[in-house]
Every structure is written in structure tokens, then in C-alpha cells.
């Protein structure tokens, strides 16, 4: 395929759906095709996904970036994949069909058997890989199918089992089954993964396990996945960047230097950071603040810092949805917007329970301090502070781990939440650091992994340059003296304490 301009099939394959689009050489990115992926839950802990349909729809929203690329005079010169992370697949090298539901990164069927791990292995696996056991691993999952799935285990007797994450599972089935290779941010998401050494720790896979020769090779995140099979997208095109999606909006939202982090509004809200070439030491970091390489190139690793929050558009969602308080999450921010600040009123957003500060997965959501005074537009500024105030403690927790000679000097800031000036002001006044919302963060994450392919590509010189063709967005400076902002960080903090049950009010 010839044509006036050159770009990147960009796919993002996220948690509930995936999408394609193509990012030409201007930096900007083409319509944006979308098909939902159904997640299944059997039971309460169990999460998961159905791997030959999440690759078919994957598939379709390709194949129709790929018709308008050609509608509109433009070469396809290489494939970048961004994906949910720790989602794993296991599959028959031969068949190449999945030989047992996907396990989705959310999860818990073993988290008390993990929990048994923690005591031991938290402290060296912080060490080693920037995260603690945690409550989910796709490699104890794996084990256990090889274990107790006779599928699974008849392919791995016979040295046809495969196992991956999504990026893996896609680029498998986009290059033909001829390269099986993990990006090193999803490497990184499945826990096992040596940030040093980059390698997997086989120590901690014995442990769970994993037979160690079932790991993915390691790949840097622009690293060799493969050409893709002419039968599958009618291109023969180099597979040129895989990533984890939150890896890839670092990159969108212009986190290209240490001290420089990116805040991704959705569901709930994840905040990283670039650290440098060495990890942070995620051993004396607040609860849920991990270290993790930030993206690997050349043989090098931009490492990070990462910590969520999980309940910040979900909580507007259950005011407007579920308990109806309010039309809809603009109207909430519209009424914040025309309310003073006040200090009487407090919603503590832990609706899913607390990571950070102090990790409480029992905590519960409270709104205080009502009076007959109180009115809904008094209770929407409540709402979007108690918001901005746990993503400041996240944001706090990335700042204290930051090495030393290191700070936080910009967020830029993307996702559906990002919309509200309320919300972005909030965080600037709170945080104290400068807040830029993202001109375009609905595809941060396809347009990150883009940038990384098409500079290995020769469409960019340089990650800087791909995103100076960007037009800036809007700047929230913090608005009140730091005296204020410590008095007012004081006082939430009071709040969110009593608002744990007593093991978890040590924040």
C-alpha cells in the first residue's frame, strides 16, 4: 500500500473493549474503531475473558483502521499494541486456540493462597521487581491450569502449551505464531520481573510453580515482536512497539523526563512518574506505590513510579447512576464549579476500598458533615474534593518515593474526568504542582505506543518531536499559599482516618 502519508496501525486492547486507529506522521490519529469485549464473572473472585473473542474483535477494529488508511491514500508502515496488563492467555502452539478462559488482572480466585506468600516474599520481591505478592498472579493461575486442567496440561506434556499476556496473545496471532515475546512493561504487570536484571526472577516462578522455559522471552517495549502475516491484515509490516497501557500514556502525555508524570482519569485514577535510569526503591514506598520500568528502548529502561486510586469516575458514576443525586458527571462538576470551598462537608471516596495511603480493602465510602444548610451544589464541591484529595495522596506517595535529588514538577492529565476545571483545579490547589490537561487524552494510550513505534520506524526523530505536533492544553496553576494547602491536606487526613475501621488507621 502506497500513499501521501505514512502511519502507525495503533491497537488498544483495553479491559472492557478494544480499538484501533491509525496515527499518521502529524501526530494526530485517525477515526478511532471500537468493539466491546464481554468479561465474565462466575463467581465473586473470578474474572475473566474469552481470548478467541477479545483476538476476533481485535481483529475487525484492525481490519477497518487498515479500509480507511486505504480510503485515504495512507501507508501503513508498521503495527503498535497497547493493552491491559496482567491479563494472561494460555494456548496450543499448535492449534493455536486457548485452552482455558483468559484470567483477567482483576482477578482474587487466589488471593488467600498468595497472602500465604506475602510474608516471605514481599520483602524480596520489593526489592527485586518494585511490587509485593499482591492478591492476583497470572503465573500461580498458570501453574494451578497446568495442575488441573487436563487440556492444559496434555499441551504442556507434549511442549505445545503457550502462555502470555494480551500483548503477547495478539502479537502471536498477528505475526503468523512465528515470534512469541512479552513487551517489558507487560512483563513487568505479571510480577516475577527482575528491573534490574531484566529478566524473570526464577526463584520467585519456583515458588508459584511456573515451570521457568513457559515464560515469554523478555522484549524491549520497541523491541523485534515480528512482521505481520499478509493473511491476517493483507500487510506484511514490522510489529514495531507493544506496551502496557498505562506504560504508553506516559509517553502521550509528554512523561519523557524524570520529575515529568502523567494522571490518567477513568474508572479510577492511576499517577505516574519517571525516576530515571535506576528503579525507585519500592521498598519504603507508601502502600501501592510501585516502581516499574516506565517503558525499555534500545536496551535501555526509562524507569517509573505508579500508584491508583481505585474510585474516582466510578464514584461520579454511583451518585448519578445508581443513587441518581445528580443528571450526570458534567452537572456535578458545573455545581462544584459555583460553590466555594468549604471544610464542614466531606465525601471520602474509598467506595472500593483504600490503597493508598495505607492499603485497608475493607474501607467504606463516608459523606459527612451535613447540616440543613447543606445543598447539592455544596455536596458536588464535596465530591470532586474528596476526589481530587485521594489522588492527591497518590500523588503524595509517588512525590515521597521520587529519589532524592528528584521532584515532581508537572502532571499532565487525561481521561473522561479530566473534563471538569473544578476537578483539575482542585488537584493543582491541593498537590501543588502544576496540572495540564492533555489536548486529546481520549487516545493517549493509542497514540503513546504509536509515538514509541513510529521513532523506530523513522517517522520521528524523537519521542519530543512526535509530541511537539501536538497542540498544549489547558494549564491549572495551584491558586492558594502552601500554608493552606498543608492545612487543608491536615484536615482531610483527619477525615479519611476516621473514616477506616481501627487496623487500617495508621495512614
Known amino acids: 500500500m502506497r500513499g501521501t502519508q505514512r502511519g502507525v496501525l495503533s491497537i488498544d486492547e483495553g479491559s472492557t473493549g478494544t480499538r484501533a486507529a491509525v496515527v499518521t506522521a502529524d501526530a494526530a490519529s485517525g477515526p478511532s474503531f471500537y468493539q466491546p469485549i464481554t468479561v465474565l464473572h462466575p463467581d465473586p473472585l473470578r474474572v475473566e475473558q474469552d481470548a478467541d473473542e477479545l483476538w476476533r474483535r481485535t481483529l475487525d477494529v484492525a481490519q477497518q483502521a487498515v479500509r480507511w488508511a486505504g480510503d485515504n491514500a495512507i501507508e501503513i508502515v508498521g503495527v503498535a499494541l497497547c493493552t491491559q496488563r496482567a491479563t494472561a492467555v494460555l494456548w496450543d502452539r499448535e492449534t493455536g486456540r486457548p485452552l482455558a478462559p483468559a484470567v483477567v488482572w482483576q482477578d482474587r480466585r487466589y488471593a488467600a493462597e498468595l497472602d500465604q506468600l506475602a510474608a516471605e516474599w514481599d520483602p524480596v520481591l520489593l526489592a ?36 502470555g499476556p494480551i500483548d503477547t496473545w495478539l502479537s502471536w496471532n498477528l505475526n503468523g505464531g512465528t515470534r512469541h515475546g512479552v513487551a517489558t512493561s507487560n512483563a513487568a504487570a505479571l510480577g516475577g520481573y527482575l ?5 524473570w526472577d526464577a526463584e520467585w516462578l519456583a515458588a508459584v510453580g511456573f515451570p521457568a522455559e513457559l515464560a515469554p522471552p523478555v522484549v524491549d517495549d520497541d523491541g523485534d515482536f515480528g512482521r505481520t502475516d499478509p493473511g491476517v491484515l493483507g500487510l506484511r509490516v514490522p510489529i514495531a512497539a507493544a506496551m502496557g497501557d498505562q506504560h504508553a500514556s506516559l509517553i502521550a502525555l509528554g512523561a519523557l523526563e524524570t520529575g515529568q508524570g502523567m494522571c490518567v482519569h477513568g474508572t479510577g485514577t492511576f499517577v505516574g512518574a519517571l525516576t530515571g535510569d535506576e528503579p525507585a526503591d519500592a521498598a519504603t514506598a507508601a502502600a501501592g506505590v510501585l516502581a516499574l520500568p516506565g517503558w525499555r528502548s534500545g536496551g535501555r529502561t526509562r524507569f517509573s513510579l505508579e500508584a491508583y486510586t481505585s474510585t474516582t469516575g466510578s464514584a461520579l458514576r454511583w451518585l448519578v447512576e445508581d443513587l441518581q443525586l445528580f443528571d450526570s458527571a458534567e452537572q456535578v462538576s458545573e455545581l462544584a464549579d459555583k460553590h466555594p470551598r468549604e471544610r464542614e462537608t466531606w465525601f471520602v471516596p474509598t467506595l472500593a476500598g483504600l490503597r493508598t495511603p495505607v492499603a485497608v480493602p475493607g474501607a467504606r465510602a463516608s459523606l459527612t458533615g451535613l447540616s440543613l444548610a447543606t445543598t447539592r451544589a455544596g455536596i458536588a464541591r464535596a465530591v470532586l474534593e474528596g476526589i481530587a484529595h485521594s489522588v492527591c495522596d497518590t500523588v503524595d506517595g509517588v512525590r515521597a518515593a521520587m529519589p532524592s535529588e528528584r521532584e515532581l514538577t508537572r502532571l499532565r492529565v487525561g481521561g473522561g474526568l479530566a473534563a ?11 498537590s501543588g504542582v502544576a496540572i495540564e490537561r492533555a489536548a486529546d487524552s481520549a487516545t493517549a494510550s493509542l497514540r503513546g505506543v504509536a509515538y514509541l513505534a513510529g521513532v523506530r520506524l523513522g517517522l520521528w526523530d524523537s519521542l519530543d518531536e512526535a509530541l511537539h505536533a501536538l497542540p498544549a492544553g489547558r494549564a491549572f496553576e495551584p491558586a492558594i499559599g502552601e500554608g493552606e494547602r498543608q492545612e487543608l491536606r491536615a484536615q482531610w487526613g483527619r477525615v479519611l482516618r476516621k ?9
Open 195 to 199: 528491573l534490574r536484571e531484566h529478566r
Open 128 to 163: 527485586r521487581t518494585g511490587r509485593p505478592v499482591g492478591t492476583r498472579s497470572p503465573f500461580y493461575w498458570a501453574a494451578r491450569q497446568i495442575e488441573q486442567n487436563p487440556q492444559v496440561a496434555a499441551a504442556a506434556a507434549a511442549g505445545r502449551l503457550l502462555f
Open 499 to 507: 473514616s477506616l475501621p481501627e487496623e487500617g488507621t495508621t495512614c
Open 420 to 430: 471538569s476545571d473544578a476537578l483539575l483545579q482542585s488537584q493543582a490547589d491541593l
